[in-house]
């Protein structure tokens, strides 16, 4: 579904990503995984059109989407829930969730999602009229990833959906995230957790310094002494 | 504000004439109208897509300009043997020509925008209006430069009904800007309470997160940036004509300060923040007028913005918004209250 081919991405003149490949079949759950400044979340701007690369082919269902502009690749089905759960702080819930359709045009659908987004999260339709910077940080996270669904996306990028959040909302955002994706969404996740996220995926690849250095199935990867030693904390 | 609330004002401001006589007051009033669709103009950019344009004299100055040239006529000598030659044009076409130029500017500026952002947009607006101030001082072929244009036909001609002389002509000009100034908000509500505006808003809020949920920021922009510099045409268009002389301190600094402060005193993003700001802004210095010198006038008025950025940083709208709201949330809950006190009584009571 989606194929990424030797990539390359600079900030200014550091080179950021040095030939980064990998594939998103349909229907799967992929995990990348790394260390700070491996290159994870830069990966998924690039293939989400925010930072387009310098080098190497994005495509997605067959079409070259190296250079298309962000608003086309959310079109023909990407969205992006980025980084640090980002919301529009001064709109209310209801409108961070219609921003989330911009580019939609079937307003009937629309409100059946929206209402879908209420009835997954109730604290959010609770306060559906509350400016979105009021929420807590659990919350808005959740409003963030509701947000990113309202497009209907076929593939969904999620940026450390775990961050900064307590314990409880970690379990609840993970169990969201995979229930998305066995209703046939494609997930491909950003996450500094390592253990969870690669407990939940079907396949993984591990960025270091720019690069893929490794990739496999989930639970391979749990027993790869490698992973284990520098990114699960564990004594080999 | 409900939709009765607003026809009724938008009815006292019609029926002003039957009871003000003064030329002096009508002449407050219509530049207090010409700087309020200024102030309109200039919260669409700074209040909605949350880029400040310091130079948003140069489209009200650009209006003034293209509308008086084209009501009067000119002569541009291209090469040895061909010349340009306007004739004069109405009132009214003239006036379609100052929002279409101002556009175009603003058009333009809007296309700069896109590359610089904050800072750097301020910067280049400002020398924008630099650029053209010094253009219309020095190209004295076209503009007669400190001379300026003289004669300048006033607004009413052209309008049959006005020009019979039912109506004084200062009076004839309150409606002129009173009937431009209301479909500029028409125009303006109708934008911002659109998708439109809530894709502005989006990316005043957060420019990476609006891109990212498909926003096109370019577009926007620019389509705020044109919309913004054909209303200040427009007021400058209305500016020209009410005066009827243009010279090149249309393009002064202090108007592009006065804007602002009307918007950021009134509340920027607000449709009601540049009216209140304006009025505020507009009054104020003539009221002051006959009880202080003019040294102590603009104090006062300096000390007043202070005031009011310190005590009311989001503007006087939005602070009168919230208090109001917490009077009705506190109003219901005493309300409530007594309610279920007398129920409680009423059970005490069986």
């Given amino acids: 579904m989606l194929e990424v081919d030797n990539i390359e991405c600079r900030y200014g003149k550091v080179d950021v990503l040095r030939k980064v490949s990998l594939s998103v079949g349909k229907g799967e759950f992929v995990a990348l995984i790394g260390a700070n400044g491996a290159g994870k979340s830069t990966t998924l701007k690039a293939i989400s059109g925010l930072l387009p690369p310098v080098g190497g082919r994005i495509t997605f269902e067959g079409e070259d989407i190296t250079r298309a502009s962000a608003r086309r690749i959310l079109e023909m089905g990407i969205a992006h829930c980025p980084e640090g759960r980002r919301v529009f702080p001064y709109m209310t819930v209801q409108e961070n969730l219609e921003m989330g359709c911009y580019r939609r045009r079937d307003w009937k659908h629309m409100s059946d999602d929206m209402d879908a987004v209420f009835d997954r999260f109730p604290v959010l339709g609770e306060r559906r009229a509350q400016a979105a910077g009021t929420l807590s940080g659990g919350e808005q996270q959740l409003l963030a990833i509701g947000r990113a669904l309202m497009s209907r996306p076929k593939l969904v990028l999620f940026d450390e959906p775990s961050l900064g959040l307590a314990p409880n909302n970690v379990q609840k955002t993970f169990e969201y995230i995979m229930e998305i994706n066995r209703q046939g969404t494609t997930v491909l996740m950003v996450e500094q957790n390592a253990y969870a996220a690669l407990e939940m995926c079907d396949r993984s690849y591990l960025l270091e310094s720019g690069h893929v250095s490794l990739e496999g199935r989930g639970d391979d990867m749990i027993h790869n002494p490698h992973v284990q030693q520098a990114y699960l904390g564990m004594e080999v | ?350």
Wanted: hydrophobic share 55%; charged share 10%; glycine share 10%.
């Fill in chain 2, 1 to 350: 504000m409900n939709t009765l609330a607003k026809w009724l004002i938008v009815a006292f401001l019609v029926t002003v004439p039957l009871w003000l006589g003064n030329q002096y007051q009508y002449h407050v009033l219509i530049m207090m109208g010409i700087f309020t669709i200024g102030a309109m103009s200039l919260n669409l950019l700074l209040g909605y897509t949350g880029q400040l344009s310091l130079g948003h004299v140069a489209f009200f100055g650009i209006g003034a300009y293209t509308s008086s040239l084209v009501s009067l006529g000119f002569d541009l000598q291209l090469t040895d043997s061909y010349t340009f030659v306007v004739e004069p044009k109405p009132v009214w076409f003239a006036f379609f020509c100052a929002l279409i130029v101002s556009g175009l500017c603003g058009w333009f500026v809007g296309k700069l925008s896109f590359r610089v952002r904050g800072a750097y947009f301020v910067i280049v607006t400002i020398s924008f209006a630099e650029v053209v101030r010094l253009v219309a001082l020095n190209w004295v072929d076209l503009t007669e430069g400190p001379m300026a244009l003289n004669n300048i036909p006033p607004l009413a001609s052209g309008v049959p009904w006005m020009e019979a002389g039912a109506l004084s002509r200062r009076v004839a000009n309150y409606y002129m800007v009173l009937a431009v100034g209301l479909v500029a908000f028409l125009i303006i509500q109708r934008l911002v309470q659109s998708r439109v505006g809530r894709a502005m808003i989006a990316l005043r809020e957060n420019e990476s997160l609006a891109k990212s949920v498909g926003v096109d920021v370019t577009r926007y922009l620019v389509l705020a940036a044109i919309t913004s510099a054909a209303i200040a045409g427009a007021a400058g268009a209305l500016y020209a004509h009410y005066v009827r002389i243009v010279d090149p301190d249309v393009f002064l600094f202090i108007y592009t300060v006065t804007m602002v402060i009307m918007v950021i005193s009134g509340g920027k993003g607000t449709l009601a923040g540049p009216l209140v700001g304006g009025l505020i802004f507009g009054i104020l210095p003539e009221l002051t007028r006959g009880h202080m010198l003019p040294e102590v006038q603009w104090i006062v008025y300096g000390a007043l913005m202070i005031l009011i950025v310190f005590f009311l940083p989001q503007g006087i709208v939005p602070a009168v918004q919230r208090g109001w709201a917490t009077w009705q949330k506190r109003r219901d809950q005493s309300a409530r209250d007594t309610s279920a006190s007398n129920g409680r009584r009423q059970e005490v009571a069986r």
